[in-house]
């Protein structure tokens, strides 16, 4: 694997969200990149900060802006392991991400079950890489639950 290739950053967001499944979070990991420079990692904390909008893409979005002290975040490539949701989708948007790579689809929840667009109309999206590891993440920690 290429070093600084979206699987070489998507297998770092897995690294996040088998953080995730460690606590009993649903397993969902994202990480910032900025001039191929991780500056954000972040994993679901929903259950551990008892917060329905701890998801690992608004945790990463506020350690972004922290570090780089600005809301937007034009340059910069967020890698997440599942399709954000909509309210993900609202906060990408409102940050001007410049790109958005995701690994499994969410065909239930995620931003691309609606019609209307809602990310910044300049994010390039990419969508589908390592998307069987990712989804098997999220198969097993539902089917452990059951």
Not at 31 to 43: D, L
Not at 76 to 93: I, R
Request: charged share 20%; hydrophobic share 40%; proline share 3%.
């Amino acid at each position: 694997m290429k070093i600084f290739s979206e699987e070489y950053f998507m297998n770092e967001a897995i690294k996040e969200a088998h953080k995730a499944a460690e606590e009993g979070e649903v397993p969902v990991g994202a990480i910032i990149v900025c001039k191929n420079q991780i500056i954000a990692r972040a994993y679901n904390q929903t259950e551990k900060l008892c917060d329905v909008t701890a998801h690992a893409e608004i945790i990463a979005l506020t350690s972004a802006s922290n570090y780089l002290g600005n809301k937007y975040l034009n340059d910069c490539h967020l890698y997440v392991t599942l399709e954000p949701c909509v309210m993900c989708a609202g906060a990408l948007a409102w940050a001007q991400l410049g790109k958005l790579v995701f690994g499994a689809f969410d065909h239930k929840k995620g931003f691309t079950t609606h019609t209307q667009p809602i990310l910044h109309p300049k994010t390039k999206i990419v969508e589908g890489i390592q998307p069987e590891v990712c989804k098997s993440l999220l198969q097993n920690f539902f089917k452990e639950r059951r």
